[in-house]
């Protein structure tokens, strides 16, 4: 088998790309930074037999979604780990336009191009997993981290939306969405901003999303606390949501 795992030179990417590795499984890692891939390459196959290629790429640039694509089809991709993200953290009114229209063109555009062209490949094949890297956020409304959280909410949607096609034509391709709350990566450096409460361990939770992946799980996420927000989010009015979300994230400190 083999995977194509993007957002790989760090933080869940990265520990997704081990634990695919330690399965055997020879993986493609894509992210912008060279140094990091060519470190975790070394890695994977000298601690797992298993084959390695790197790529860089720039996720935010529409051509380089593309080019990623045309680059790895040949290899005919079991897997895509659909990972590549970041978070813009501050008031909507004050955050940074340039920076978030970057995050939306990660979060959003690219997640969805890689989506569509690899589910159109699995469907002809009948088979292969893809896992999108969405987020508790993507189930609430998050003010002072609003369009992170609706970039999440996008990757929600969209991937619930397609795994009820694929239910309807008992297709053998399987999705899942990766939702989890704080996790100890670089994602919080790059949003600027603290977190509040202990966050999960990232090599833990990769090791779950890819076993839960593989028995065919729609939502995955880290923690039975996790679990019950997004129950505590559907009980509640969207505006009670917002509130609460409002009230976690205005406390956080910025770096
Ligand atoms: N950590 C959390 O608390 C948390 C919680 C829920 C969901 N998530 C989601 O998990 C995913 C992975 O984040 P993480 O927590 O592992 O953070 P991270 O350690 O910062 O990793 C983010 C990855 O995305 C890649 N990336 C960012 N911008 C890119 C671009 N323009 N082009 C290509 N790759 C790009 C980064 O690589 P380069 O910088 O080398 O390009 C890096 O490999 C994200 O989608 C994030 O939204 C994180």
């Known amino acids: 088998m083999i995977a194509l795992v993007t957002g790989a030179s760090s933080g869940i990417g990265r520990d997704i790309a081990r634990s695919l590795a330690k399965h055997g499984i020879n993986v493609i890692i894509t992210a912008r930074r060279r140094d990091r891939l060519i470190e975790l390459k070394n890695e994977l196959m000298n601690e797992y037999g298993v084959k390695v290629m790197c790529i860089a790429a720039d996720l935010s640039k529409e051509a380089h979604a593309f080019k990623l694509y045309d680059a790895v089809k040949k290899y005919n991709i079991d897997i895509l780990i659909n990972n590549a993200g970041f978070g813009v953290f501050g008031k909507f009114a004050e955050t940074d336009l340039e920076r978030e229209l970057q995050m939306l063109d990660v979060?959003?555009?690219?997640?969805?191009?890689?989506?569509?062209?690899?589910?159109?490949?699995?469907?002809?094949?009948?088979?292969?997993?893809?896992?999108?890297?969405?987020?508790?956020?993507?189930?609430m409304p998050g003010p002072y981290f609003s369009s992170y959280y609706a970039s999440k909410a996008y990757i929600v949607r969209m991937t619930q939306a397609v795994a009820e096609e694929l239910r309807k034509e008992r297709s053998g391709v399987n999705i899942s969405m990766l939702c989890p709350g704080p996790v100890a990566t670089e994602f919080s450096e790059t949003a600027r901003v603290k977190f509040r409460s202990k966050p999960s361990n990232s090599e833990k939770l990769a090791e779950h999303a890819v076993r839960e992946m593989f028995a065919g799980k729609l939502f995955i996420t880290d923690s039975w606390l996790t679990s019950s927000l997004r129950v505590l989010a559907k009980i509640f009015p969207d505006?009670?949501?917002?509130?609460?979300?409002?009230c976690f994230q205005s406390k956080r400190e910025r770096f």
Do not use: E, P, Q, W
Request: proline share 0%; net charge positive.
């Open 107 to 139: 979060n959003v555009k690219a997640f969805h191009i890689l989506f569509k062209l690899f589910l159109r490949d699995f469907k002809k094949r009948g088979c292969g997993y893809i896992l999108n890297t969405a987020s508790i956020a993507g189930f």
């Open 239 to 246: 505006c009670f949501a917002a509130a609460m979300a409002g």
